[in-house]
């Protein structure tokens, strides 16, 4: 589609190209056989030794960013804060209530997302992925025949980056679609970057060292993530355990419909969806950043036989160009450097380029061995 125009215009190569298999949506396919699950998609145990979660005291810490953004000798603030450390050392993963996100903005975004997946396939497919472009709607990660498939359909737009942007394959039904999109994309950019300069202080880096890593264009995907119901569970994931390739996500899971696990202990704990809260974990760069002091955790999407899930994740990256690397502060005889450093296009090659599988990625890319 029109992003030739973009790529014609400009002597640059765009490393969420590649050659991703095709396959059928799961949406069509539960709907035409619901009772029969391809081959494909049917996981061994070995694979999914447990596909729901054990019982577990163990909770995901949650933080409260009003409590966050009160001035700095403030005893709440502290104490906040000490949750969120502890939350990013231990975990990777936290979620974030009263971030200042308007209610009504989240309704409709899941609004327009819902929308969307509920048009007619071929209103869907009008904007399915062209010439291995990581935009789109369809699967993502399927990198070869006879790899196996996630119970889930997809539909990944970039929403902040100068060279990637590609607003010919958003949606334009709902026609608030963009709009809304935008909106929400600002807000959350907001949000991760107050989360950002919490980092920075937690870490006795200056509190703009990680907006200052990002460059002046910063990459931000999203991606719409739908899993319909499936009549055996047991037997497939929503979402291949990985962990993410950006440097930090925030996810809005469903209300209503839970799914989400992260691997605490070689266990897998749920992650209860709180209303209007935002998941957010650690990804691989921010891994690498803070030379492991924070590290991105194994999560994956579970199905379920009665709901269909929605979910809608937003990676903020730092810019294409960007070196990432080790901070300096982070490194010393003590904590060596585990982590070469790199241009950050190159990983999203090799990560676009693998399956999802843990935390393979990172560990085969950039962690260097003692
Ligand atoms: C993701 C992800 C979890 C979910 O999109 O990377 O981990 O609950 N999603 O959909
Ligand atoms: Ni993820």
């Not at 296009?345 to 693998?354: C, D, G, K, P």
């Amino acid at each position: 589609m029109a992003s030739s125009a973009i790529h014609a215009a400009e002597p640059f190569s765009n490393p969420f190209q590649n050659n991703f298999v095709p396959v059928e949506s799961v949406q069509e396919l539960a709907i035409k056989k619901p009772n029969d699950i391809p081959q494909r998609y049917i996981r061994s145990e070995d694979e999914m030794p447990s596909s729901t979660p054990l019982p577990s005291v163990l909770r995901v810490p949650v933080v409260d960013m009003e409590k966050l953004l009160l001035p700095s000798e403030n005893h709440e603030r502290q104490k906040e804060i000490g949750i969120l450390s502890k939350a990013c050392v231990e975990w990777g993963f936290f979620q974030v209530v009263n971030h200042g996100i308007p209610h009504s903005l989240i309704d409709r975004m899941r609004g327009v997302v819902d929308e969307f997946f509920s048009l007619p396939m071929d209103g869907k497919k009008r904007y399915a992925k062209q010439g291995g472009d990581v935009q789109g709607y369809g699967n993502l990660f399927v990198v070869d025949e006879d790899q196996k498939l996630d119970w889930g359909d997809l539909m990944t737009l970039v929403v902040m980056s100068k060279k990637l942007m590609n607003l010919s394959l958003w949606p334009t039904t709902p026609s608030d679609f963009r709009n809304t999109v935008e909106r929400y994309t600002a807000e959350v950019e907001r949000v991760a970057q107050a989360i950002l300069g919490l980092f920075g202080e937690n870490l006795q880096l200056k509190s703009d060292y990680f907006k200052y890593k990002f460059g002046e264009d910063p990459l931000m995907t999203m991606r719409m993530n739908l899993y319909p119901p499936c009549p055996r569970p047991d037997l497939v994931f929503g979402l291949s355990p990985h962990s993410d390739g950006d440097a930090i996500t925030l996810l809005l899971q469903d209300d209503q419909v839970e799914g989400l696990h992260v691997r605490k202990n070689n266990e897998w704990i749920l992650i209860q969806p709180i209303p209007y809260a935002f998941v957010v974990n650690i990804g691989d760069l921010m891994e690498v950043m803070t030379n492991g002091r924070y590290k991105s955790i194994e999560h994956r999407a579970m199905t379920n036989k009665e709901k269909a899930r929605l979910s809608i994740a937003m990676f903020y990256h730092p810019g294409l160009d960007e070196e990432v690397a080790p901070a300096s502060n982070l490194v010393d005889e003590e904590h060596p450097s585990l982590y070469k450093k790199f241009r950050h296009q190159e990983y999203i090659r090799y990560y676009m380029a693998t399956r999802l599988n843990g935390k393979k990625s990172l560990a085969d890319f950039a962690r260097v061995c003692e």
